[in-house]
């Protein structure tokens, strides 16, 4: 099982996060997905269904809910949960689809796998219309400007800051996907790097030599002394924080945005994840990138998700209408 809370929850659930870590090969990271929504929806259903006098949502306790509760959940209870949601929770669009798509994978797990309900009640709830908004980043300009701040840090840590900032605007990794680099992930004659992504999926990203000559210059003064040899984990790691462990998320947010500062740069507007936003942008617009080559960089596993780095920026749009043949009549 996956470093979670997982002793307040009823046995079906944990059978459920168990099969998704040992047949559906899920994620860490989606089982502890998993587990949040369906504590959450498991909570709504104790209040949905009367039973239980707590008013403070978060203290709801669902250990006690048993299979002849769940076989009473109905289509319509799922789609109150949506409404819940919605109007007393903020959430978007977004993460509502999300938590059915949760609820989804976890009643067909009941129903055709485990046979503990003969009816799924997920099966044909629709996924709420996500919003469609460009994404933001940086144009090149500014992320010439964020490089250069950083590369002119007094800072200690220059080299690994500097390291970090570079592969996210050439590669566009993710978050979580940057601080599990460990150094024998690298292939230094191949100029390649492997990534493991979303679902434990695998991928390899091409490291060009602003990337490489990055890595090396922070090599060179990654600390050897001092880190915990008993802890695997950050032997092998890649990037390390101030304690020689490896760095955590927060630690690179952290980074990230004194940099952005120190650019000029709108903290509310950027983030680690609108640099991803930024590497695939400037990949179509200046590089001519594939749209499928772009998807197998990014890990994406549908091209519709990718296609919003396919948007033109004002300027193209402009000529766009200038270059109409009846822009002179």
Known sequence: MVNINTEQNPEFINSFLDYSITILNKSPNSVKEYNYDLNMFFKYIKLHFKMTNETDFKMIVIKDIDIATVKKITAEDILSFLSYLALNQNCKPATRARKISTLRIFFSYLAQKAKLIEINPAQNIETPKKEKRMPKYLSLDDSKKLLNVTLDDDDMNKERDYAIITIFLNCGLRLSELVEINIKDIDFSENKLNVIGKGNKERTIYLNKACIHAIESYLKVRPVEGIKLDNKKSKDALFLSKRRERISKRTVQYIVDKELKKA????????????????????????????????????????????IYTHVNNEQVRNAVESNPLADM
């Open 264 to 307: 000029g740069l709108d903290t509310t507007k950027y983030s680690t994840h609108k640099l991803r936003h930024t590497a695939a942008t400037l990949m179509y617009q200046y590089g001519g990138v594939d749209i499928r080559a772009l998807q197998e960089l990014l890990g994406h596993e549908s091209i519709s998700t990718t296609e």
